[in-house]
């Protein structure tokens, strides 16, 4: 039997979806940013998080049974060791443009943190060139955004390494434990685990804590929270004011997914896992209005009310992870909603990708985000319900083959 959230369903709906980000290829290097049709925005530069993310999900898909997969995989390595790659001062540059300009030299800790996700996902899948590749970026990241007297990430360096920004971001940080995790199954090497628990810990078991579960995501130089960073750029699409609800709900999986990987796990884990989900749900979930706002404040009111699809994917993600957790039926109920929604309002049924953004009303808009560009949130909802929690999916994906 097939419905929305179904294994049939979602083996379904994540074909359509790969053949849908296909068409991001581009032959000279890297991934187009794909307008609603598929087609490429030629108006968007070369995104290092795109390119990554891109790799990402090719290299899972190889694992899981699509042939096809491996050479857009190898393509996507390919492009981070010459298109986005430093050669002088190494690491990666976040944007490039089509003609190799670079308009922004500075270093991200978000993008590193996806060239080292998917350079251990594609060294899992055996793909030529990733095991140099997962070989220099976990240096680099160990090296330059690594800072172990915080226990934390560092934002954003210069191009030669040489400055350090005094921004800090939870965001980069989440995306840093996801990557951690991964890098830890592929490489062996417990230290990623290790340093994933310790911005956890700091992040989550302190700030969000501190502040009712709403996770703080901005911090200046010494890590105390700037809550009112950027509050008159309230729907910036990587540093937004506010409260975030769907990252509240990646936390929530992420730290049962490392709980899920530790022999002795802290129960703190689980329990900072449902508190965040139930705060995120408090604050986004309306009985009588589809979708989940990406912001609110620091009293859980919406501010921007626009409905993204990484917000939905994250949260029935979490619900689903919450649900293998613990097997309460709660969780279950939730997952079924946002399935549903998903299948009403997300998924475009002439293409199989995602619509990246909605109103509160269910149209569609375009006030952050433009086109379809990320199958990443996407894939992850269709694909990580079928897989246990630990190992991450670049080792267990292929059972499920």
Same mark, same amino acid.
Request: glycine residues 8%; aromatic residues 12%; negative net charge.
């Given at each position: 039997?097939?419905?929305?959230?179904s294994?049939?369903?979602?083996?379904?709906?994540?074909?359509?979806?790969l053949?849908?980000?296909r068409?991001?290829?581009r032959?000279?290097?890297?991934?187009?940013?794909? $307008? +609603?049709?598929?087609?490429?925005?030629?108006?968007?530069?070369?995104?290092?998080w795109?390119?990554?993310?891109m790799?990402?999900?090719f290299s899972?898909?190889?694992?899981?049974?699509?042939?096809?997969?491996?050479?857009?995989?190898?393509?996507g390595?390919r492009?981070?060791?010459t298109?986005f790659h430093? +050669?002088?001062?190494g690491?990666?540059?976040?944007?490039?443009?089509?003609?190799? $300009?670079?308009p922004?030299?500075?270093?991200g800790?978000y993008?590193?943190?996806?060239?080292?996700?998917?350079?251990?996902?594609?060294?899992?899948a055996?793909?030529?060139? *990733?095991?140099?590749?997962?070989?220099?970026?976990?240096?680099?990241?160990?090296?330059?955004?690594?800072?172990?007297d915080e226990?934390r990430?560092?934002?954003e360096?210069?191009?030669d390494?040489?400055?350090?920004d005094?921004?800090?971001?939870a965001?980069s940080?989440?995306?840093?434990?996801?990557?951690?995790?991964? /890098?830890?199954d592929v490489?062996?090497?417990?230290i990623?685990?290790?340093?994933?628990l310790?911005?956890?810990?700091r992040i989550?078991g302190?700030?969000?804590?501190a502040h009712d579960w709403?996770i703080?995501?901005?911090?200046?130089?010494?890590w105390?929270p700037? %809550?009112?960073?950027n509050?008159?750029?309230?729907?910036?699409?990587?540093?937004?004011?506010g409260?975030?609800p769907?990252?509240?709900f990646?936390w929530?999986?992420l730290?049962?997914?490392l709980?899920?990987?530790?022999e002795? %796990?802290?129960?703190?884990?689980g329990?900072a896992?449902?508190a965040?989900? /139930?705060?995120?749900?408090?604050?986004?979930?309306?009985?009588d209005?589809?979708?989940?706002?990406?912001?609110t404040?620091w009293?859980?009111?919406?501010?921007?009310?626009e409905?993204?699809?990484?917000?939905?994917a994250?949260?029935?993600?979490? *619900?689903?992870a919450?649900?293998?957790?613990?097997?309460?039926?709660?969780?279950?109920?939730?997952a079924?909603?946002?399935?549903n929604?998903?299948?009403?309002?997300?998924i475009?049924p002439?293409?199989?990708?995602w619509?990246?953004?909605?109103?509160?009303?269910?149209?569609?808009?375009?006030?952050?985000w433009r086109?379809?560009? +990320?199958?990443?949130h996407?894939?992850?909802?269709?694909?990580?319900?079928d897989?246990?929690?630990a190992?991450?999916?670049?080792?267990?994906?292929g059972a499920?083959a």
């Amino acid at each position: 039997m097939s419905y929305p959230g179904s294994v049939a369903w979602r083996h379904r709906a994540r074909r359509k979806l790969l053949a849908f980000a296909r068409r991001s290829l581009r032959p000279e290097g890297g991934f187009y940013w794909l $307008d +609603d049709t598929g087609g490429p925005d030629r108006d968007k530069v070369l995104e290092l998080w795109i390119n990554a993310r891109m790799t990402y999900v090719f290299s899972l898909a190889y694992l899981a049974g699509d042939d096809k997969a491996l050479e857009l995989a190898t393509h996507g390595v390919r492009a981070l060791a010459t298109v986005f790659h430093d +050669d002088v001062n190494g690491g990666w540059y976040d944007r490039v443009g089509f003609d190799g $300009d670079v308009p922004d030299r500075a270093k991200g800790c978000y993008g590193h943190a996806f060239v080292l996700l998917a350079a251990s996902s594609a060294k899992a899948a055996g793909v030529e060139g *990733a095991e140099e590749l997962l070989t220099e970026a976990a240096l680099v990241h160990s090296q330059r955004f690594w800072d172990p007297d915080e226990g934390r990430c560092v934002e954003e360096l210069s191009e030669d390494w040489s400055h350090v920004d005094a921004y800090r971001g939870a965001n980069s940080n989440m995306h840093s434990v996801e990557a951690y995790l991964f /890098a830890a199954d592929v490489t062996g090497d417990d230290i990623w685990r290790r340093r994933a628990l310790a911005i956890c810990e700091r992040i989550i078991g302190i700030h969000a804590r501190a502040h009712d579960w709403r996770i703080p995501e901005h911090y200046d130089h010494d890590w105390t929270p700037v %809550p009112t960073y950027n509050e008159d750029q309230p729907a910036d699409p990587f540093r937004p004011f506010g409260a975030t609800p769907g990252h509240a709900f990646e936390w929530s999986r992420l730290l049962l997914q490392l709980a899920a990987g530790m022999e002795d %796990p802290r129960p703190w884990l689980g329990e900072a896992a449902e508190a965040l989900f /139930a705060r995120a749900v408090d604050d986004a979930v309306s009985d009588d209005q589809p979708g989940l706002p990406y912001t609110t404040d620091w009293h859980g009111e919406a501010i921007v009310e626009e409905r993204f699809h990484w917000v939905m994917a994250e949260a029935v993600l979490a *619900a689903e992870a919450l649900h293998t957790w613990s097997a309460k039926p709660v969780y279950a109920g939730l997952a079924e909603r946002w399935w549903n929604e998903i299948d009403e309002h997300y998924i475009d049924p002439d293409t199989g990708a995602w619509h990246h953004e909605m109103s509160p009303g269910m149209q569609l808009t375009s006030r952050t985000w433009r086109g379809k560009p +990320d199958a990443y949130h996407a894939f992850n909802a269709l694909t990580l319900p079928d897989l246990p929690l630990a190992p991450s999916a670049a080792l267990s994906i292929g059972a499920d083959a």
